[in-house]
């Protein structure tokens, strides 16, 4: 068991002398003791502290988050890759395989079993159903179920109930023959699933160490997710501008955008052309859209803060220190600046980053 087994320092700690009350318990308006407690008892006793939170109780919460929030974004990149790819019509066979390839990249995929299928369906295939595959959409469901039934009288009956639904709809016997009827029906149901999971913790679930933990694990996976997704797709379409003509670009970006959620935001703000600098920008700089690189690391920071001054609000804990230093630096950044170090190797700085701040959070509040 870590330091974080009884998290909540107070518990011992005796109940200060009410006010009013003089040193030996006698009221200074010269009423009895008991008449005075009796007054002023329900003041301490109206709102008891929550219940202190087990190191194995923060681990799956904080899992659970994470892979529920993985399979959100392995659902939307294989949905817009394959909207984009219709959408453009013939595109050259090697920019196509690189854009199917980029999901295997970006969500850790691994290697593509041998198919004589189309490259397509391949990666679907792969990225949706391979139980070989750490990553697939039925394994990160499954695991974010597990640790939810770990911590069932943790979490919300609603909570509970969605994940469950959203897990066995991937056991059923006709999944198959559905998704192959309707691929994009699928990806949109995970996702739908996922953001109402979302809804529901934020709604059912006491604000509080438990969702402190939830919505870390969903940061730091949205902070990480995007920066592989900028990083990959802007190598490719930057790689590729001189094959592609100025509506085939746009597409393209967009595709990018939606791969974030962020098409409508994006337009909001930028009016024009699809400029693969601001759609850049945008993603890792703006600081009031919550799938931006730089919000999602502020409300990692943010929750990382308020678990570790409920732990021991004396000391700031590593992956506070790591949160905090990242989250000023994007706070203060310009885009010359990431220009100047280059997208590439400044997504990956934040990376290290992010990654660094995780397994610090696991070091110092999770069983080892």
Not at 150 to 155: A, K, Y
């Amino acid at each position: 068991m870590s330091a974080f087994s009884s998290i909540n320092p107070d518990a011992s700690r005796p109940l200060p002398t009410p006010v009013g009350l003089g040193s030996n318990g006698s009221a200074l308006d010269g009423s009895s003791q008991s008449q005075s407690q009796s007054q002023t008892t329900k003041k301490f006793t109206l709102f008891q502290p929550a219940r202190p939170m087990l190191s194995r109780e923060a681990d799956s919460v904080f899992w659970m988050s994470r892979y529920v929030e993985r399979a959100e974004h392995v659902a939307r990149l294989l949905l817009v890759n394959t909207n984009v790819l219709m959408d453009v019509g013939d595109l050259a066979p090697a920019l196509q395989e690189k854009q199917w390839r980029s999901i295997l990249t970006i969500m850790y995929g691994g290697d593509l079993p041998r198919s004589d299928a189309s490259i397509g369906q391949r990666v679907a295939q792969h990225m949706a159903f391979n139980i070989d595959n750490s990553n697939s959409l039925i394994n990160c469901i499954s695991r974010a179920r597990e640790n939810a039934r770990s911590v069932r009288e943790s979490i919300s009956a609603e909570m509970w109930e969605e994940l469950n639904t959203l897990y066995w709809q991937l056991q059923s016997d006709d999944l198959r023959a559905r998704f192959d009827e309707a691929p994009e029906d699928f990806y949109r149901s995970i996702m739908n699933g996922s953001m109402l999971f979302q809804g529901l913790t934020d709604q059912t679930l006491p604000h509080g160490q438990r969702w402190h933990f939830s919505q870390l694990g969903k940061y730091i996976e949205r902070a990480l997710v995007t920066c592989r997704i900028i990083e990959h797709k802007f190598e490719i379409l930057r790689g590729a501008e001189s094959m592609l003509e100025t509506p085939l670009r746009n597409i393209n970006w967009m595709a990018v955008l939606r791969s974030c959620c962020s098409i409508e935001a994006y337009r909001r703000t930028y009016m024009g052309d699809m400029d693969p600098l601001r759609v850049a920008g945008f993603l890792i700089l703006q600081a009031n859209f919550p799938r931006s690189i730089r919000h999602s690391v502020g409300e990692a920071y943010h929750c990382i803060r308020e678990i570790r001054q409920s732990v021991n609000p004396n000391v700031a804990d590593p992956a506070e220190r790591i949160l905090g230093r990242l989250d000023a630096q994007l706070e203060y950044a310009e885009m010359n600046e990431v220009l100047a170090e280059g997208i590439p190797a400044y997504l990956q700085r934040i990376q290290m980053s992010v990654t660094e701040a995780a397994m610090a959070v696991q070091k110092a509040y999770f069983l080892q």
